[in-house]
T-cell receptor, first 109, second 114 residues
Framework: RKEVEQDPGPFNVPEGATVAFNCTYSNSASQSFFWYRQDCRKEPKLLMSVYSSGNEDGRFTAQLNRASQYISLLIRDSKLSDSATYLCVVIRTGNQFYFGTGTSLTVIP | EAGVAQSPRYKIIEKRQSVAFWCNPISGHATLYWYQQILGQGPKLLIQFQNNGVVDDSQLPKDRFSAERLKGVDSTLKIQPAKLEDSAVYLC????????????FGPGTRLLVL
């Protein structure tokens, strides 16, 4: 079983729509959780951290459910510039990063 | 602040040839990672260094891949001999220790094996 699993999409949504991505992880000992963003032919960059209490950054909200080993990312009022691949990342002991396969989002005018 | 540097940016080789990639992490970052990203997939960790010691190389195909980080700064990743399935982007990243969730990636090296 993969460490991190994501729905690859693609998600094609109109501008202004709300879209949600989900991610599950297999190892209950995982310590930290993040969402990274990767633009086409570019390197991944940190988008935001994920906490059990929820974490909001403008139009982006991330949530962690440790009991279900489930992570989510919600994007409200989608912009064209949000088009990218969103990678779910789990960190285990020893600073080991595990990336999901990524979910592709295209925001359509 | 300078970011993670990688070279070359692109490389085309024939199968069974050898190739080497170079990475210079952000100054002061103790941890360095090499990832392989195949088209349509997320980055897959190949090897992780802490200073000049290997922390994790469990997913490195050691029959053909090797990596070193002499003096705990720059790192090289080598493939010898290359196979068609090695075609991918090879990403180098670095982080502080502990990373706090943030890895800083270089632009990657795009490898095509013909």
């Amino acid at each position: 079983r993969k460490e991190v699993e994501q729905d690859p999409g693609p998600f094609n949504v109109p501008e202004g729509a709300t879209v949600a991505f989900n991610c599950t992880y297999s190892n209950s000992a995982s310590q930290s959780f993040f969402w990274y963003r990767q633009d086409c032919r570019k390197e991944p960059k940190l988008l935001m951290s994920v906490y059990s209490s929820g974490n909001e950054d403008g139009r982006f909200t991330a949530q962690l459910n440790r009991a279900s080993q489930y992570i989510s990312l919600l994007i409200r009022d989608s912009k064209l510039s949000d088009s990218a691949t969103y990678l779910c990342v789990v960190i285990r002991t020893g600073n080991q990063f595990y990336f999901g396969t990524g979910t592709s989002l295209t925001v359509i005018p | 602040e300078a970011g993670v540097a990688q070279s070359p940016r692109y490389k085309i080789i024939e199968k069974r040839q050898s190739v080497a990639f170079w990475c210079n992490p952000i100054s002061g970052h103790a941890t360095l990672y090499w990832y392989q990203q195949i088209l349509g997939q997320g980055p897959k960790l190949l090897i992780q260094f802490q200073n000049n010691g290997v922390v994790d190389d469990s997913q490195l195909p050691k029959d053909r891949f090797s990596a070193e980080r002499l003096k705990g700064v720059d790192s090289t990743l080598k493939i010898q001999p290359a196979k068609l399935e090695d075609s991918a982007v090879y990403l180098c990243a670095s982080s502080l220790d502990p990373p706090g969730g943030t890895q800083y990636f270089g632009p990657g090296t795009r490898l095509l094996v013909l």
